[in-house]
């Protein structure tokens, strides 16, 4: 046998799940064996940190990927956690939302397995990434530069999630974990709202004749979650998964994973929030308490059917029910009612979402050169917020508390969404002689929604009776109950539509999108490749609705039709250097709940949508050098820019009561910079250990026009001859909002390898994020600025003879402020809270 053919046959002997066979024949002239035919029959573990570089370094395209293995020795439990770990990713504080090269929720998307997910809020446009576990997923790739098979609606990245493949042995693995927040010891009682279960599952509906009668169930108060008997909010978490590969027939193998896991989460903040003006106070709390409960129940199949060498299918179902429960309560100053302090507002809200995606798709080839992909998929999301309540209260001087009389300022609310969702595409790939390729095929996405909310607002008669007081502020069903009802002691309305009728607001949507597209894979050289494509994108959006104010209009239909052409150009230095140029255009369309004129109330923040928004236009332009010093390794650095075309922003709108819209806020913006990557090993041990190490850094910076006038002309309506919205911007640009200076990660691990299988993982991960702007300043009031923060957490993991895992975790150990700070004249606070450093422990058992 020839050395070469044996280093060959070694390389795939070397892979995971691979099996090698091997037919050889005897040459009687040399007395030597040959082989005639080497079959490959298996696949590597597409997770593994050297495969993952390994398709990195031969691609293409751009691609940066994060794979399972490298999340788990990170203690990564969740998708949100591990994007950040990609290079210039931020997870928004305060919110669930990620931002890629300073660009903001609305310019990224996400995908599972090339398909939309739906979002779990109407206010986000991606879903929630801490939703989804790491146990089920492969890999996430960062997919930063378009090519002509990616959905065209994005600027930053389409984060897609690989679902899981398993093969191998059967295996069943029960894992359980627990958590503690410290900062949860910093109240005696652990506030809930009353209604929610433990496990989420309770969800309360408006009470029938909820005007005419008080038929509430639940109570007003906040509850003692856990009661005198137990004074520890403890994090726990079970999850039960399986996997196993069946042979079936001579050919074919059905690969199966299945997933069931239930978690939840408490977390107690305190700190400050407010609303201000360039000197107005409009809320000022000082003293503001957050106590917060989710639930996260996930189950999950799939099945990967491998019919035979050339053909395969695949069932993906994923369910998810998800619970966000707050408990809060702000103290402060409240303008009109409490502006020398005194002011006492609480606040419950509870959100349920059920997630429900599927997925079937198949890879078939055909010959030497032809292949078909496709998949299809149906996205079901309901959302629902049941029962919040708000209450208003003032401090009298004796210390008792009045509740405020103003409509609006004592209510219950509930609300409910419901999208459902078709997708799909279909590639058809030819592969030419010299290794180029050319690839076609069309997408669409169908997605209907529709949304109604009702709020009951319950006010005091002071007229009848005397003013409603209580010593406790936490009692409100002293006030408002069915004997004061009865009594005509309060009225309970409507905030839309007549007194007596709790008529809905609702808004209702459907956006159609049909794609096509094509691009060339053409080798020019053993060094230089190209991929040259276009993409095209019918897009229709209608809105429809039915609002509690005047709009002019009540639907709005927009068509829109993109030409998205992009090239990707690879040219391989040597075996382990590339040069990588990669131009494109892409766009952003506004999302239905940012069109839709609904007006959402919060303690400190009220939106309201504008129906006059445009789609941005995104010009990108990417400049990467990648060196692969090793398997498993890399170095990279990328030079990138975007120009935008009527970019988007959430701003202040002037109004007597402030409230934020979303606005194309000028013609253009541009946002550029420069990020560096380095995977490395930095000492390696004879038994296979490894001192490790994986850093990634991002500088931006960036500029955005600033146009009024074009606020006023994009929003002017003819009918009623006035503009909308309008806007007085300080500044004729400014940055762009949400684009950080500078975004860094570094990671240090250390593995050591035992005997008999035993190894052990030892990780710290520190990172940083420097400040941006949250909201841009209109009427000199200021931009309000989110502050850098700095994160550090360490991982210890430990497995004892590949069947036992054990772990312990310090997370967010230097626990710094998270804080917004509004320029205006007083620098006023905005934010201010701590997240809390949380210890864990996780223990597993693989059969």
């Given at each position: 046998?020839?050395?070469?053919t044996?280093s060959?046959?070694a390389?795939?002997l ?7 066979l ?17 079959k ?10 050297a ?7 031969k ?9 399972a293995?490298?999340?788990s ?10 994007v950040?770990?990609?290079?210039g990713t ?8 990620i ?20 979002s779990?809020?109407p206010?986000n446009k ?8 790491t146990?089920i997923?492969d890999y996430?790739?960062?997919e930063?530069?378009?090519n002509p098979?990616l959905?065209g ?7 897609n ?6 093969s191998?042995k059967g ?11 410290l900062?949860?010891?910093k109240?005696?009682k ?23 009668a ?6 007003w108060?906040?509850?003692?979650a856990?009661?005198p008997s ?6 726990t978490?079970l999850n039960l998964?399986a ?12 690969n ?9 989460d408490f977390t107690y ?7 201000f003006g360039?000197?107005?106070?409009f809320k ?17 199949l799939?099945l990967?059917?491998r019919?035979?060498?050339?053909h ?8 998810i ?7 809060k309560?702000?103290?402060g100053?409240?303008r ?9 507002v ?6 349920v ?14 010959g030497?050169r032809?292949?078909?992909?496709w ?10 917020r049941?029962?919040?309540i708000?209450?208003?209260l003032v401090r009298?001087?004796e210390?008792?508390y009045?509740?405020t ?6 209510n219950r ?16 790939n ?6 180029s390729k050319?690839?076609f095929?069309y ?5 209907k929604?529709t949304?109604?909310?009702?709020q ?30 009865s ?5 309970i ?11 809905p607001?609702?808004y209702?949507?459907n956006?159609?999108?049909?794609s096509?597209?094509?691009n060339?894979?053409y080798k020019?050289?053993?060094k ?17 609705w039915?609002?509690q104010?005047?709009?002019p209009?009540n ?13 990707n150009?690879k040219?391989s ?7 990588r140029l ?6 952003t ?16 923040e ?8 445009k789609?941005s236009?995104?010009n990108?332009?990417?400049l ?6 090793k398997?498993g ?13 009527n ?7 002037n ?9 194309n806020?000028g ?11 380095l995977?490395?090993?930095i ?6 250990s490894k001192l490790?190490?994986f850093?990634n850094?991002?500088y931006m910076?960036?500029?955005?026009e600033?146009n009024g ?22 500044v004729?640009?400014d ?8 975004v860094?990660?570094?990671?240090l691990?250390?593995n050591h390898?035992f005997?008999?299988?035993?190894e052990?993982?030892?990780v710290a991960?520190y990172?940083y ?9 209109t009427?000199k ?8 923060v700095?994160?550090l957490d ?13 772990g312990v975790?310090?997370k967010n ?6 804080r917004r ?6 620098n ?10 949380v210890?864990?422990?996780?223990v597993g058992?693989?059969?």
């Open positions: 046998m020839k050395a070469k044996i060959i046959s390389l795939f070397c892979m995971s799940t691979t099996v090698l091997a037919q050889n024949t005897q040459d009687t002239l040399k007395g030597e064996k040959k082989i005639d035919e080497v490959i029959i298996g696949n590597t573990k597409k997770s593994t940190e495969n993952i570089i390994t398709v990195q370094k691609s293409v395209e751009v691609i940066e990927r994060v794979g293995a490298q999340l020795k990170q203690g990564v439990g969740d998708v949100a956690t591990a950040t770990k990609a290079t931020v997870k928004q504080e305060g919110g669930n939302t931002s890629v090269r300073g660009l903001l929720d609305r310019y990224n998307a996400t995908t599972l397995n090339g398909l939309v997910i739906p779990d809020d206010e991606n879903i929630d990434l801490s939703l989804l576990k146990d997923i996430i790739s960062l930063k530069v378009f098979r959905m609606d994005f600027g930053g990245a389409n984060i999630i690989v679902s899981k493949e398993y191998g295996y069943i693995y029960l894992g359980m974990d627990s958590g503690y927040n900062q949860n010891s109240t005696d652990f506030l809930l709202q009353d209604g929610p279960n433990y496990f989420g599952t309770k969800v309360m509906k408006v009470p029938a004749n909820a005007l005419s008080y038929n509430y169930k639940t109570s108060n906040f509850k003692d856990f009661g137990m004074t520890m909010p403890i994090n978490g998964q996997g196993k590969s069946f042979k079936i027939g001579d050919q074919g193998r059905l199966t994973f299945a997933y069931v896991g239930f978690n939840n903040r305190e700190g400050s929030e407010g609303q360039q000197e107005t106070v000022d709390f000082d003293k503001v308490q957050k106590y917060g409960y989710t639930t996260n129940s996930t189950g999950l799939n990967f059917y019919i035979n060498a050339n395969q299918l695949k069932l993906i179902t994923n369910y029910h998800s619970t966000n429960q707050e408990a309560i702000y103290e100053e409240l009109d009612y409490a502006e020398n302090g005194g002011a006492y609480r606040r419950a809200d509870y959100k979402t059920n997630t429900l995606v599927n997925q079937l798709g198949g890879d078939h080839k055909f030497e032809f292949s078909i992909n998949i299809a998929g149906y996205n079901y999301l309901n959302s629902q049941p029962d919040r708000t209450n208003t009298n001087d210390g008792t009045t509740v009389r103003e409509s609006g300022l004592n609310y509930y609300d409910n969404l419901d999208d459902k969702e078709y997708t799909g595409n279909i590639t058809f030819y592969n030419l002689k010299d290794q050319i690839a095929g997408q669409g996405r169908f997605k929604r949304f109604f909310s009702k009951m607002d319950f006010k005091w008669d002071n007229e009848i009776a005397t003013p409603a007081i209580v010593a406790d502020p936490n009692n409100l069903d002293a006030i408002f109950n069915a004997y004061n009802y009594k005509g002691f309060f009225n309305t409507s905030n839309f539509g007549d007194a007596g009728t709790l008529k607001v609702i209702n949507g956006q159609d999108i049909n096509g597209f094509a060339v894979d020019f050289s053993e230089f490749m190209a991929q040259l494509g276009v993409r095209y994108d019918r897009i229709r959006q209608y809105i429809e039915d609002v104010f005047y709009t209009i639907n709005i239909e927009k068509v829109y039709n993109k030409f998205l052409p992009a090239f150009l040219y230095i040597n075996d382990r250097q590339n040069l990669a131009a494109s255009r892409t766009y369309l506004p999302q239905m709940k940012e069109m839709a004129p609904y007006i959402y109330v919060d303690v400190t009220t939106t309201q949508g504008n129906y006059y928004l789609p236009d995104n990108n332009l990417d990467k050098w990648e060196y692969f010093p398997a390794e890399v170095i990279s650095l990328t030079g990138f820019g975007k120009y935008i075309q970019p988007i922003a959430k701003t202040f709108i109004s007597s009561d402030p409230f934020f819209s979303y606005l806020t013609d253009w913006a541009y946002v550029y910079g420069f990020e560096a990557e995977r490395k090993d000492i390696s041990f004879g038994n296979g490790y190490t850093v850094a991002t910076d960036s500029k955005a600033l006038d074009k606020v006023a002309k994009d929003t002017y309506n003819q009918d009623s001859g006035n503009s909308l919205l309008a806007v007085n911007f300080d004729k640009e940055k762009l909002q949400g684009a950080t200076d500078f860094g990660n570094g990671n691990g250390f390898k005997s008999r299988g035993s052990m993982d030892l991960s990172s994020i420097g400040s941006y702007i949250y909201s841009i300043s009427n009031i200021g931009n309000i600025v989110q502050k850098p700095n994160m360490f991982t210890a993991k430990f497995r004892f003879q590949n069947n036992i895992d054990f975790s310090v150990i230097l626990n710094p402020s998270i700070v509004q320029e205006n004249f007083n006023s606070e905005t934010y201010n809270f701590k997240r809390g450093q210890i864990g422990v996780n058992y693989k059969f």
